[in-house]
């Protein structure tokens, strides 16, 4: 058996109050899109739609957990968040967002520890650990070296009383106005806009929030009154 450990939120199996054995990893996963299919019985093949869009993957582990006190086991209970992030050690360059958890019954069968099955429901992407944030100036290039999009976190800098705008690649978004700085959270589910003060201003943009596609490299290209850009290059793997 393979001496492994998943940390939930920072914590780790290793710091259970007993010895906790990971014998099965979650092993190699490829998150799939959305995509829709139509076939019939006269097509060849089938129709798809392609989805700009990702389900949510699985990764399952099997842990020996050295107790024969039920009680203790309470400690998994409180480890096993359905949210935050999740490492493990086949994979520990990388964490997934937490989505739900489940944890399968377990007997002991007079054996000196129990065996526990636990799913966890993750975010399609394996982020890298090492996020870092890098300046960018007009006609700089930003290059994604992964098979997934990349969703920045882009802070403005400049002064402009006039519409602006910020292109990468070929997209491009359009700023009404801008007061020192602006912050662009382009992360799914998380999209917004804040001015200088934090306070919300998604209403001076105008177009769709960033995506960096996977696999290339893509041209920065910054409009009148700005200075600069500050990215947070969250890189993932699918």
């Known amino acids: 058996m393979e001496i492994n450990q998943i940390k939930v939120n920072g914590s780790s199996t290793l710091d259970f109050p007993f010895e906790t054995v990971v014998v099965e990893n979650g092993g190699f996963t490829y998150a799939r899109k959305k995509n829709q299919f139509v076939e019939t019985d006269y097509l060849t093949s089938s129709i798809k739609t392609e989805v700009e869009a990702w389900a949510p993957i699985e990764k399952s582990y099997k842990l020996f957990c050295y107790t024969t006190n039920v009680a203790q086991l309470r400690v998994v209970k409180k480890w096993?968040?359905?949210?935050?992030?999740?490492?493990?050690?086949?994979?520990?360059?990388?964490?997934?967002?937490?989505?739900?958890?489940?944890?399968?019954?377990?007997?002991?069968?007079?054996?000196?520890?129990?065996?526990?099955?636990?799913?966890?429901?993750?975010?399609?992407?394996?982020?890298?650990?090492?996020?870092?944030?890098?300046?960018?100036?007009?006609?700089?290039?930003?290059?994604?070296?992964?098979?997934?999009?990349?969703?920045?976190?882009?802070?403005?800098?400049?002064?402009?009383?006039?519409?602006?705008?910020?292109?990468?690649?070929?997209?491009?978004?359009?700023?009404?106005?801008?007061?020192?700085?602006?912050?662009?959270?382009?992360?799914?589910?998380?999209?917004?806009?804040?001015?200088?003060?934090?306070?919300?201003?998604?209403?001076?943009?105008?177009?769709?929030?960033?995506?960096?596609?996977?696999?290339?490299?893509n041209t920065i290209t910054l409009g009148s009154g700005i200075d600069r850009v500050e990215i947070l290059e969250r890189w993932g793997w699918l």
């Open 80 to 217: 096993a968040k359905d949210n935050g992030i999740l490492i493990s050690s086949d994979e520990p360059d990388v964490f997934y967002e937490i989505l739900d958890v489940v944890i399968e019954d377990s007997k002991r069968d007079g054996k000196p520890y129990f065996i526990l099955e636990i799913t966890f429901k993750l975010s399609p992407f394996g982020f890298e650990l090492n996020q870092t944030t890098r300046t960018y100036k007009t006609g700089d290039k930003i290059t994604n070296h992964t098979n997934a999009p990349m969703y920045p976190l882009i802070t403005v800098f400049g002064t402009s009383n006039t519409q602006t705008n910020i292109k990468i690649g070929n997209q491009t978004v359009y700023i009404a106005k801008l007061i020192d700085k602006l912050t662009i959270e382009n992360k799914y589910l998380e999209q917004d806009v804040r001015d200088r003060n934090n306070a919300q201003a998604n209403n001076i943009m105008r177009g769709d929030f960033f995506e960096i596609p996977a696999e290339s490299t």
